[in-house]
């Protein structure tokens, strides 16, 4: 048999081997997509142990998760429930519209101090925590690559939502590896690396759509070397010089405060909304046999479909208790 009848012969089987199945172990997958981009495992031993060790999720996480939950429910239902009886001079609809916005920001604010907090006190899943996210989208880009035209857009959609939690652990990563104290004049240069690297990744995940495989190929190589290079701690070389050439930085603050301002602005939005509803609904005469309390619910949700759309409504229900 000759060389080109072997590889006729072994190509099936390869492509076998490359076709990764929901039954796949990550670790496993993971070295079929290494030798898919032409990387040997032992080039990345630090991540390889961290896949193969898995993630650990402390005993504490469900406690610590009902509490908040019922800091939420109780926190929100009284705060709310003062500002109604504050405002009992006003129209109910408005009493009521300021009692659910205040319970609102009462939720999203203590969401995030819990997120903070439970971060702080799980300090081996907040250290491994960009490995673990970004070998995901590792293996959502390769599966995004393999599939057929009819599946790509559902595992692009995919793709988004996983980088969209590793981006921001890359701009952290000189915080969480723990390598460096707070005070350190090497926490600068790490931030600056760190925000080039974020933009060199994003630039990659926005040519998605202009050249699909070559795009997803070059943001998953780029993954590879970020999670290996975090795991052995060198933060301040997550990837070379010349993969960061010509690069707009992602700065971590201006992005928390455009997230902060568009939730802040989509729940000003629905109190404006409700009020708008409510006077309306007077202005209108309608029977008075209608519940004078649909026109704020109704007032609310049209306010944040309009400020913010579907997506951060969305975001701003899985801030309520039980979500």
Request: glycine share 8%.
């Amino acid at each position: 048999m000759t060389l080109d009848e072997e590889s006729h012969h072994r190509a099936p089987d390869r492509e076998s081997e490359r076709r990764l199945t929901p039954t796949t172990s990550k670790q496993v997958a993971y070295d079929v997509v290494l030798d898919c981009f032409s990387r040997a495992p032992d080039e990345v031993p630090h991540t390889r142990a961290l896949i193969a060790a898995g993630e650990k999720n402390p005993w504490w996480h469900g406690f610590f998760a009902l509490v908040l939950a019922m800091l939420c429910t109780y926190g929100a239902y009284a705060i709310g429930w003062g500002v109604y009886v504050v405002l009992h001079e006003a129209p109910r609809a408005v009493a009521i519209a300021c009692g659910v916005c205040t319970g609102l920001v009462w939720c999203v604010s203590l969401f995030e101090a819990g997120t903070l907090l439970g971060d702080r006190l799980d300090r081996t899943g907040r250290r491994d925590g960009l490995v673990h996210r970004g070998t995901d989208t590792v293996l959502a880009c390769f599966r995004a690559m393999e599939a057929p035209d009819t599946e790509r857009p559902r595992l692009l959609q995919e793709v988004d939502a996983l980088y969209r939690r590793t981006e921001p652990l890359v701009l952290r990563a000189h915080r969480t590896r723990g390598t460096m104290r707070s005070s350190s004049p090497r926490r600068t240069v790490a931030r600056q690396h760190a925000e080039l690297v974020a933009g060199a990744l994003r630039r990659d995940l926005c040519r998605v759509d202009a050249e699909p495989e070559k795009a997803l190929r070059d943001l998953a190589g780029k993954l590879v070397t970020v999670c290996e290079r975090y795991a052995e701690g060198r933060v301040s070389r997550l990837l070379a010089e010349t993969d960061l050439a010509d690069v707009e930085p992602v700065t971590l603050t201006r992005q928390r405060l455009r997230e902060t301002a568009h939730m802040v602005g989509v729940i000003v939005a629905m109190f404006c909304g409700a009020l708008a509803a409510w006077l309306g609904w007077r202005a209108a005469g309608l029977p008075e046999g209608l519940p004078s309390e649909l026109a704020p619910v109704v007032g609310m949700v049209l306010g944040g479909l309009l400020a913010g759309g579907w997506q951060r409504m969305v975001r701003v229900a899985e801030l309520l208790p039980g979500r």
